[in-house]
């Protein structure tokens, strides 16, 4: 079913602390190109002092601004990413504090699917809009990843980054043609245990952290594992997808991806599902994989950089820790 | 907007170890009635080798057996938990997984706003269920607070429980009256650090846990300024919800709201809203405050003990961390 939603702005913060791959193979030991190789990124940002929801706010408020609106004008606050700022309250609300927004009653909540936040939020909040519960929504997707890195664990440690992507959804105005064409996500529990960060909530708590349980606290991903599903459900979940949008994948403008990895999104994006590079939105190399804020960041790159102009047809699609698969395909 | 949704069945599961308010006070030295008389919790539940993953796995399964479905009559999951298993992934797909489904590709995501979670979940989902996306799908809020519980706040020491509590929410069939009437959702930012649980993600990492920092690992809730803010806001809400659903006061047949604490509860939903104590459901004494499952427990013991039957007018309401206030008004 078609839902009569548009992306009216997009907004981006990043971390001024840049870090190059070279500098982390030297802090590791390792060749000056080891890291950049492997991940196919060339530099991302970590935090100094930024927080989840000031980040937010920053891209929430350039998203705004591109969008031509007030934050009176918006009336919900989803916050889409996968590494939580507390474990209570949610993220949104301290989004919305971190915005100065301390008098407004718009409702804060969170919609979380790990890598997937972005898109899965998108999905869910383009029915609200439809039906006309909500008139505009921030979404806002803005990750700490830097804090759960492990150094033993080399392919996701040369992998992420930190920062923010943001973007105000609306219904399209009558005459309008932007609506989300199609929209789909599965979970494949033979991954739940692929991509994770066990501790810190109520599985273990920190006051079992240790020297012995340390790892525990930090990522642990098994890259291989992860692409062989992904590879196994891509072209199936994506044919899907396309038949039930009445499309061909020649139709779509513009794939907008998750950042999940260079040889993933090569591999993935271009061998198995046959986009061609030009089709296909990398920002890989200068951001890392910023979790659920790789597609937000890479949607507010492509406008700015007017490779997605209004009336492409645009792939969203991604796979996120669970292990799920998500995907939309909107008219911007 | 009416959404043609009904509530096909709920479930619940309570930790075996029971412990009773005596116990605590006896382990505090405290008078034997004192953390009875300050939180009107007799006994509550704690989990010992339960998770939150299984404990949520146990109510929903529950809740497909008393909606006569099976799991594969089920085409979505959502966690609508307050205190997660993991920071990554989300807790909806270790729900799967402990459940046992692991050929299943039905989406899995959590949508959070603490206490309110449950309510916050129903009322998405409703417009997906509404709109056709999903035909049934299960919600399922899984809490330990035990894990977060500091003895020296003695306030929500006394209040807290674990348990799981799940409902089966489909598309109500043609000549079936039972739909979500009116919903409402507010976030007032004033609110934001009155509940909260700051350590464990990205705000503040395992890693800086500490015998100075351990209490920021704990439940932090300053339970008279909240109940100052609710009931600044609480007649309004409730007038607003009323009104959007075309309803008086009178014609609620039942409140299924949040089991925030017995003098809140009396205060709140007695007094300052007006409803009588026979109206209101109550499951504090014997479960204490069970965070986002407090209201699908209290939902499926009034299902259990006829006190909600179909046709009836119910009002599900709560706040939650953030501060937010969240309501439906449903036919059951």
Redesign the interface.
């Known amino acids: ?1 078609h ?1 009569r939603v548009k992306i009216l702005g997009s907004g981006a913060f990043l971390p001024s602390r840049k870090v190059r791959s070279e500098e982390l193979a030297k802090e590791l030991g390792l060749e000056k190109d080891r890291i950049e190789k492997m991940s196919g990124v060339i530099e991302r940002h970590y935090v100094e002092e930024e ?2 929801s000031q980040m937010g706010a920053f891209a929430a408020q350039e998203a705004l601004k591109n969008a031509n609106l007030k934050f009176s004008d918006i009336d919900c ?1 989803i916050s889409t990413g ?9 993220t ?3 989004i ?2 971190a915005m100065g ?14 890598c ?2 972005f898109i ?1 939020g998108l999905d ?1 909040i383009s ?2 809009i ?4 909500y008139e505009k929504v921030l979404v806002v997707s803005s990750e ?1 990843a830097s ?2 890195l492990n150094s033993k664990q080399l392919e996701s440690y040369a992998l992420f980054g930190d920062g923010a992507g943001a973007a105000v959804i609306g219904k399209s105005e009558s005459g309008d043609d932007s609506k989300i064409i199609a929209s789909k ?6 991954g ?1 245990h692929l ?9 273990l ?3 079992n ?1 240790s020297n012995e349980t ?1 790892e525990e ?1 930090l ?1 642990d991903m098994d890259g291989p594992k992860v692409f062989k599903l992904a590879r196994k459900y891509a072209n199936d979940f994506i044919e899907q997808l396309l038949t039930e949008a009445g499309l061909k994948k020649e139709d779509i403008d513009l794939l907008v991806g998750h950042q999940a990895s260079g040889s993933a999104m090569k591999l993935v994006y271009n061998k198995l599902l046959g986009f061609p590079s030009h089709k296909v939105m990398n920002i890989l190399s200068n951001h890392g994989n910023v979790v659920a804020a790789s597609i937000p960041l890479a949607l507010n790159e492509a406008i700015k950089q007017k490779k997605l102009r209004r009336g492409d047809k645009v792939l969203f699609f991604g796979a ?5 698969f ?1 995907g939309i395909i909107l008219e911007y």
Request: aromatic share 10%.
């Open positions: 079913m839902r927080t989840t606050i996968g590494t939580i700022e507390q474990i209570v309250p949610a949104a609300p301290l919305k504090e927004e301390v008098e407004s009653k718009i409702p804060c909540f969170d919609i979380n699917s790990t997937l936040s899965t869910v029915y609200l439809e039906a006309g519960r700490i804090k759960f996500m599965e979970t494949y529990i033979k739940v991509t994770e960060i066990r501790g810190g909530a109520t599985g708590h920190a006051r952290y340390k606290f990522f996120g820790a669970g292990l799920s998500g």
